[in-house]
């Protein structure tokens, strides 16, 4: 399995710092979302202007863009053209840069708050359909509706794409057990999210990995046993939440507790 940790855990780095601290740390790859002030990828100019420049230095260190994760959500009719036309720009952008993922939501919440699967369906289709001959794999995350990963499942048995499982959301918010997950899940997941936490008086909050209660060492061996040999991507929230722990830190541990935990 190989390592990447997403641009939503260092807000203040620029593209260079974030290839250079994924060198050092050995990370293998970094998921964009967001470069400084920008979170929408196809306006970030170094991914754009700049890109014979990022292709080369991204060349010269070894690391690769894993993913490119859009704000994309498919199940809310308010947002249906916007995020149609968002997902079809992150792909053709995936498409410029060899990357080979691109994160769609249902929603925009990692716990189900309603949204319509019809309209989700409709909509993920037809990026696959874009997407096809690109290289690009469309996924959708386990957040929102997909918290109830049974209906991710059948949902994708009929769409095409992935499953971009992130580890935390249907244990925290969807009461499901990992085994269970895992099992829904099974040749499905192409990209996987790691993140911990705990609830404090109801309230979840998010822990360095290994400090919280989630169970990642169970979810990794599961991954394990079923051959899974894509990125474990650490998802540090600190875009949204400033108070957490600075980058630095997160993402130097974060590779020692994975091979600690994989032995």
Avoid at 241 to 246: D, I, V
């Amino acid at each position: 399995m190989k390592l990447a940790f997403s641009t939503i855990g260092c807000p203040d780095w620029s593209l260079d710092e974030i290839i250079a601290a994924a060198k050092d740390l050995n990370y293998d790859g970094v998921e964009i979302r967001g470069i400084g002030g920008e979170i929408y990828a196809p306006a970030i100019k170094q991914l754009t202007e700049g890109r014979e420049k990022l292709m080369a230095k991204l060349a010269s260190t070894g690391v690769k863009i894993s993913c490119l994760t859009s704000g994309a959500t498919f199940a809310s009719h308010d947002a249906k053209d916007a995020s149609l036309k968002e997902a079809f720009a992150y792909i053709d952008l995936a498409r410029e840069l060899s990357v080979p993922f691109v994160r769609i939501m249902s929603t925009d919440k990692p716990y189900y708050d309603g949204g319509d699967l019809k309209l989700c369906k409709t909509l993920f289709k037809e990026a696959v359909r874009y997407a096809e001959g690109s290289g690009v794999t469309p996924l959708m995350e386990t957040n929102g509706l997909f918290v109830n990963t049974a209906l991710l499942k059948d949902f994708l048995d009929e769409t095409g794409g992935g499953a971009l499982w992130d580890v935390h959301h249907p244990y925290r918010f969807g009461g499901e057990q990992i085994e269970e997950t895992a099992a829904n899940l099974k040749g499905k997941v192409k990209y996987v999210h790691l993140k911990d936490s705990v609830v404090v008086n109801g309230t979840t909050s998010y822990r360095i990995m290994g400090y919280g209660d989630v169970p990642i060492k169970e979810a990794l061996t599961l991954l394990k046993n079923d051959g899974y040999d894509g990125y474990l991507t650490m998802e540090w929230v600190k875009r949204w939440n400033r108070e957490l722990e600075e980058p630095g830190v997160v993402f130097a541990h974060f590779p020692y507790f994975i091979r600690r935990t994989l032995g």
